[in-house]
């Protein structure tokens, strides 16, 4: 504004100047055309009264000095008798010029034209003469210019001068009009206004600053829940525009293993230089959507990719970055336990259908039907367990499962299994006895008994004849642990870790022979997983396993929970 102000001033100073300048130069040009005339005229009528009286002594040069003009001498036919500048011989006949013609005619003259002797632009006043003669004297425009030209180097400096002087009062006149408009605040504008006509500039302003305040505040609302949602997000989020990173939440910083500092601004291949993720944003930009599946550090992650509209136009490209490595494993676990099942069901239907195909068609001895009839009561009661496993299985799996929450004793429960599982752990010369402290835990009945009951079966089934199974519990700062060891055949260490996995047996021969289904620690893992509780497994082979449950504490079960033991032999 300043720079604007100074230059516009500046240009009028100097148009006035020129203007003033150019005004002077034609008002002094018309001055001195007069001056001159008047000059000329007074020449020729002192140069008449001098011929009049001295008559052509008064054409010596001495005398001659005295005028400034050019003088001529002309006689009553126009011949020229005497010329200061030309040889009168050499001139033409001036009777036709204006000034002679009316001075011959009135006895004086003037005028003003282009000189084709002098190639200038003269001014002549004519007399005439006693004797008939016209004297006439005649000046030059340059006469006119030297007289007018002579000051117009000083005239210049003035100028100049004045110029300088201008700039350097503008320059301060600005500063001073500008200051109050520069330190005037912006925040409160109507506060102190400097001038009245900065008013209606300055309500816009606070109108607009209103209005930004607003908007400010909506977008940084608005940014505020966005980063809430995206931060918060389980899943991996980026933001592009064409090619460059925007925006990206911590889970796909995290996936990445990058900083937001690093890559936001930047090309899409600063995050991760996998081929597919450039792929996907390509794609994207294209207006296509894109869903691909990419390993980073062992995990399987799908990669969304959807084009940004904007009226029409793609400016960007969302990509959603999902972990989907537990659901490819669920996938993988569904298959295998699919095909587990046919296999499982089959085995003991083919043995059913077998035997009852023999009996049918009269190909088994009357005394031997007992035995096979025996043989499709075992293989059809092992199925049933198996559907029950199954069932289990499946509604544990359920995600949707909502059974209610009691307090339960660990004693009771333990109590309740040793009981049932008696009778067979009596075939094996087994016994079983409990040792330890009665205690409660917050959980669901009927999924925590078939977990203490899967444990045990395992415990009995796989034992060797005269053992003993041991089960305890015990109230530990990290919640109620509860134990049941066994001194049976054992587990490998290569395959502790497995024996949670559906239909997986240690000895499979052993399995088929005491009639487990292999889903018995499964259930074990997934009601554990129910009641955010710890499984662990402690095993060495020909001496024993121990399994454990680690149960979290919960604050209504905390003060029921006594330290009497409890150790009995059932």
């Known amino acids: 504004m300043k720079r604007k102000i100074f230059v516009n001033t500046v240009i ?45 002594e008064a054409l010596e040069e001495d005398f001659l000095t005295k005028i400034r003009g050019r003088v001529t001498l002309v006689d009553e036919t126009g011949k020229v008798l005497f010329d200061t500048y030309e040889d009168p011989k050499t001139m033409s006949n001036h009777s036709n010029r204006p000034e002679i013609a009316a001075a011959l005619r009135s006895g004086s003259g003037k005028a003003s034209r282009y000189s084709e002797t002098l190639s200038q632009k003269s001014y002549y006043a004519a007399y005439l003469l006693e004797n008939g003669n016209v004297v006439r004297v005649g000046v030059t425009m340059d006469s006119v210019y030297s007289i007018l030209f002579s000051g117009f180097a000083i005239m210049i400096c003035v100028l100049f001068a004045i110029l300088l002087v201008s700039l350097w009062f503008i320059s301060k006149t600005t500063d001073r009009m500008l200051a109050p408009i520069n330190q005037m605040n912006l925040e409160e504008p109507l506060e102190d206004v400097p001038y009245d006509e900065l008013l209606p500039l300055l309500r816009r302003i606070a109108d607009q600053k209103n209005q930004l305040e607003q908007q400010v505040q909506e977008i940084r609302s608005q940014r505020q829940e966005y980063l809430a949602i995206t931060e918060n997000m389980k899943d991996g989020l980026i933001v592009t525009g064409l090619y460059r990173v925007l925006s990206i939440n911590k889970a796909a910083m995290d996936v990445f293993q990058i900083t937001e500092k690093e890559c936001v601004g930047e090309d899409i291949i600063v995050v991760h230089r996998h081929p597919v993720l450039k792929e996907i944003v390509t794609g994207a930009l294209e207006g296509k959507q894109q869903e691909r599946v990419i390993e980073i550090r062992g995990r399987d992650y799908q990669l969304l990719g959807n084009p940004v509209l904007v009226s029409g136009k793609i400016t960007g490209a969302v990509i959603f970055v999902l972990d989907v490595t537990e659901r490819k494993k669920a996938e993988l676990m569904r298959q295998e336990f699919s095909a587990n099942v046919s296999h499982e069901l ?5 043995s059913i259908s077998g035997y009852a195909e023999l009996i049918k068609d009269g190909m088994v001895q009357q005394e031997d039907i007992a035995e096979f009839a025996g043989r499709i009561y075992s293989e059809a009661a092992r199925l049933t367990t198996l559907v029950q496993d199954i069932i289990r299985l499946s509604k544990l799996d359920d995600e949707s499962l909502q059974l209610e929450k009691e307090e339960l004793d660990l004693y009771e429960l333990s109590k309740e299994v040793m009981e049932v599982l008696r009778p067979e752990a009596q075939k094996q010369n087994i016994s079983l006895a409990f040792s330890g402290k009665r205690c409660r835990i917050w959980g669901m009945r009927q999924i925590v008994y078939e977990m203490l009951y899967n444990v045990c079966d395992n415990a009995v089934h796989y034992n060797v004849p005269g053992g003993n199974v041991t ?81 979290p504490i919960e604050n209504d079960t905390v003060e029921n929970n006594t330290v009497k033991n409890n150790t009995k032999e059932i």
């Open 471 to 551: 089960l305890s519990t015990e109230i530990r700062p990290d919640g109620i642990l509860w134990k049941a060891k066994d001194t049976g055949i054992g587990i490998p260490s290569e395959e502790q870790e497995r024996i949670f996995e559906r239909f997986y047996r240690v000895d499979k021969s052993h399995s088929r022979a005491t009639g487990g289904t292999g889903l018995g620690l499964s259930i074990v893992k997934h009601g554990a997983l129910l009641h955010d509780a710890k499984v662990t497994v402690e095993s060495q082979v020909g001496v024993g396993t121990t399994i454990s449950i680690l149960f």
């Open 346 to 350: 089959k085995t003991p239907l083919m």
């Open 12 to 56: 009028l100073v100097i148009a006035t100047m020129v203007v003033t300048f150019l005004s002077s130069i034609f008002f002094m040009y018309q001055k001195l055309t007069d001056q001159t005339f008047d000059q000329v005229q007074e020449e020729s009528a002192y140069l008449k009264e001098m011929l009049d009286s001295m008559g052509t």
